[in-house]
């Protein structure tokens, strides 16, 4: 998603001030507070934490970051290049302090995934719905319904789309997503990633629908199967929402706003204008699905267009469908604890 992931369930299911401690949105705390650190959470977590050291960028972290100055960032990914996994717990608790961030607001946590479709290189029965690369000319600053009645003009060319998908509806979820991968008819796999927008505003069309009155209970599933009851309303449903989303192919799978991989159950996408890319997190929610507890070390790593505030998290749950079960269901609130390099 920009290479970018949009965190996008959160998206469907709802629609730069630097965190300081004088307005009360950051408070300190201690490993004892986080239910269920571990060393395995860490090792689990590492390979993550690894991607987000490669690409520290020094622009995101001003020299009195509360959570942590570049210089302090790289010092701790220097360090931890060197330290043995059964090492971990201690290397971190000797080397960072624990703050929970923003103590007196309800957090928010919720999921997305990489979404696994059939696609096709060239256009064939059953598949002729074109998802389209970033255009060159006035396609790219049209609207939604522009560029639906461009593509039903018959206008588009070969060398304007990526690959051709089952249906409208598989391509506006991929919209949503920002990413996901292709299957195509011989087996082998297509990324496409986030190569741009529209400039449209983002619109949930999953809020739209329930404040009609359309649906009492939003989720990807509910959603789904509205407008498969409702196929004559569908282009006029995503009209509602003026975002359209670009997209290239790309030599990996999720690729997040950070650059780096997203790792399943460890990247976090936050609002990035309060936390900076590569934060490392203590999430402490609830597994909506199964309603069990739900506590891990994760690294801030991606952003969407419908994460916002200070306690806010999106979840990448991974690839395919289970994940985009858990994402799906995924709505919960929750603490967010940041660890945070002395």
């Not at 987000?52 to 970051?65: T, V």
């Not at 983002?202 to 629908?209: E, F, H, K, P």
């Not at 997190?281 to 507890?293: E, F």
Request: aromatic content about 10%; proline content about 5%; charged content about 20%.
């Amino acid at each position: 998603m920009m290479n970018k992931l949009f965190a996008p369930l959160a998206a469907l299911l709802t629609g730069c001030t630097s965190l300081s401690y004088s307005n009360n949105l950051l408070e300190p705390a201690g490993f004892s507070d986080l239910k269920g650190w571990d060393n395995q959470h860490i090792v689990e977590a590492r390979s993550a934490i690894n991607n987000s050291c490669q690409k520290l960028d020094r622009k995101n972290y001003s020299a009195n970051l509360p959570l942590g100055s570049y210089s302090k960032w790289q010092k701790v990914c220097q360090q931890l290049a060197r330290v043995d996994d059964s090492q971990l717990t201690s290397f971190f608790e000797k080397h960072f302090n624990v703050v929970q961030i923003a103590p007196d607001k309800a957090g928010l946590f919720t999921g997305y995934f990489s979404p696994v479709y059939e696609g096709r290189r060239h256009k064939e029965p059953g598949f002729e719905t074109p998802l389209l690369k970033l255009p060159d000319g006035d396609l790219r600053n049209k609207s939604r319904a522009e560029i639906a009645q461009y593509i039903d003009s018959g206008k588009v060319s070969a060398d304007q789309v990526l690959v051709w998908l089952k249906s409208p509806v598989d391509r506006f979820f991929l919209q949503i997503q920002g990413s996901g991968t292709i299957e195509l008819k011989d087996g082998s796999h297509l990324y496409a990633g986030y190569a741009g927008n529209n400039g449209g505003k983002y619109v949930a069309i999953g809020r739209a629908l329930k404040d009609r009155g359309d649906l009492k209970t939003v989720s990807m599933a509910t959603i789904k199967q509205w407008l498969a009851d409702n196929p004559e309303k569908q282009q006029s449903l995503f009209n509602e929402n003026p975002r359209y989303i670009f997209f290239k192919e790309t030599s990996t799978g999720a690729i997040t706003a950070q650059g780096v991989p997203a790792t399943a159950h460890h990247t976090l996408a936050v609002d990035s204008s309060f936390i900076p890319y590569g934060s490392l997190l203590w999430v402490d929610t609830t597994l909506t699905i199964n309603q069990k507890p739900y506590r891990q070390l994760m690294v801030a790593q991606d952003t969407g267009s419908a994460i916002k505030g200070v306690a806010r998290g999106d979840i990448y749950m991974g690839v395919g469908e289970q994940a985009g079960t858990l994402a799906g269901a995924q709505q919960a609130p929750g603490k967010l604890y940041a660890l945070v390099p002395k």
